[in-house]
Antibody
Framework: EVQLLDSGGGLIQPGGSLRLSCEASGFTFISYAMSWVRQAPGKGLEWVSVISGSGGSTYYADSVKGRFTISRDNSMNTLYLQMHGLRAEDTAVYYC???????????????WGQGTLVTVSS | QSVLTQPPSASGTPGQRVTISCSGSSSNIGTNYVYWYQQLPGTAPKLLIYRNDQRPSGVPDRFSGSKSGTSASLAISGLRSEDEADYYCAAWDDSLSGPGVFGGGTKLTVL
């Protein structure tokens, strides 16, 4: 059974840093692209970042480029999102999502984590 | 303002057929696959349609997707109360340097 377990969210002051993790199980982790998708309170979905199975290809939304870094440890079946320079507008539930293939260009998320809430506030 | 445009709301009565549109451009829907998601209140989104018109196993055939040019649609037939949810379209956009985009979402109300 595929499972994605998001963690690492919390309350952080503006300008602070946080690292989110997503532990994956039930599938061959290295074979699939993985993404982070966020949802601000009462708002729609935003595809934040995606990483290829090997980790060699990454993309970031303009809203987080230069501040967030996506990475993965295929030996630990874990996806990460390192966030720096956090702003109030980064407040959201962050979901990790499994791609339907190795392709980073397909927003085909067949499994999602339960989400972890990041609140940026002083 | 999302790159993919959806109506903010839609509604129907039980048993009816409703459609939700998703309008884009040549750089996204026009040249890439469209995906649809259903998000029930308080839960993570669920993949409903992939590659324009394919249903994952377990998704009822009441849900169908289509694409024409730079627009796509999600149709729900035999509407049921449990279909009340938010629906999002998504596609890769070749003109962006980042990952793809979601539509703004459509809240479906079953009257």
């Amino acid at each position: 059974e595929v499972q994605l377990l998001d963690s690492g969210g919390g309350l952080i002051q503006p300008g602070g840093s946080l690292r989110l993790s997503c532990e994956a199980s039930g599938f061959t982790f290295i074979s699939y692209a993985m993404s982070w998708v966020r949802q601000a309170p009462g708002k729609g979905l935003e595809w934040v970042s995606v990483i290829s199975g090997s980790g060699g290809s990454t993309y970031y939304a303009d809203s987080v480029k230069g501040r967030f870094t996506i990475s993965r440890d295929n030996s630990m079946n874990t996806l990460y999102l390192q966030m720096h320079g956090l702003r109030a507008e980064d407040t959201a539930v962050y979901y990790c999502a499994k791609g339907g293939s190795s392709l980073v260009t397909r927003p085909s998320f067949d499994y999602w984590g339960q989400g972890t809430l990041v609140t940026v506030s002083s | 303002q999302s790159v993919l445009t959806q109506p903010p709301s839609a509604s129907g009565t039980p048993g009816q057929r409703v459609t939700i549109s998703c309008s884009g451009s040549s750089s996204n829907i026009g040249t890439n696959y469209v995906y649809w998601y259903q998000q029930l209140p308080g839960t993570a989104p669920k993949l409903l349609i992939y590659r324009n018109d394919q249903r994952p196993s377990g998704v009822p055939d009441r849900f169908s997707g289509s694409k024409s040019g730079t627009s796509a649609s999600l149709a729900i037939s035999g509407l049921r109360s449990e279909d009340e949810a938010d629906y999002y379209c998504a596609a890769w956009d070749d003109s962006l340097s980042g990952p793809g985009v979601f539509g703004g979402g459509t809240k479906l109300t079953v009257l």
